[in-house]
Nanobody, 115 residues
Framework: QVQLVESGGGLVQAGGSLRLSCAAS????????MGWYRQAPGKQRELVAG???????NYADSVKGRFTVSRDNAKNMVYLQMNSLKPEDTAIYYC?????????WGRGTQVTVSS
């Protein structure tokens, strides 16, 4: 069974940086996409950044140029480097792994950006 565990969230001032990590275990399908979603209070969950097994990436317009997603296939890890953080980036950030037949979610990590 696939399990995803996020870490690295916290409280940071506007303009600061955080790096989120997600460790995946139980992965049997090598060709999978991984990524990060976020959900702010009262809002729907939205895609922040995604990365394919081959390393192709996509980003939400709101984070382009500030966030960078990366992965280590050997370690089954995905990362999100977040720079120039803004108060509107405050949300719970969820790790996601998708294969051709299943989608898995982590429990989330809180990111709070103070102004």
């Amino acid at each position: 069974q696939v399990q995803l565990v996020e870490s690295g969230g916290g409280l940071v001032q506007a303009g600061g940086s955080l790096r989120l990590s997600c460790a995946a275990s139980g992965v049997t399908r090598r060709l999978n996409n991984m990524g990060w979603y976020r959900q702010a209070p009262g809002k729907q969950r939205e895609l922040v950044a995604g990365i394919t097994y081959g390393g192709s990436t996509n980003y939400a317009d709101s984070v382009k140029g500030r966030f960078t997603v990366s992965r280590d296939n050997a370690k089954n890890m995905v990362y999100l480097q977040m720079n120039s953080l803004k108060p509107e980036d405050t949300a719970i950030y969820y790790c996601n792994l998708a294969t051709t037949i299943d989608v898995y979610w982590g429990r989330g990590t809180q990111v709070t950006v103070s102004s």
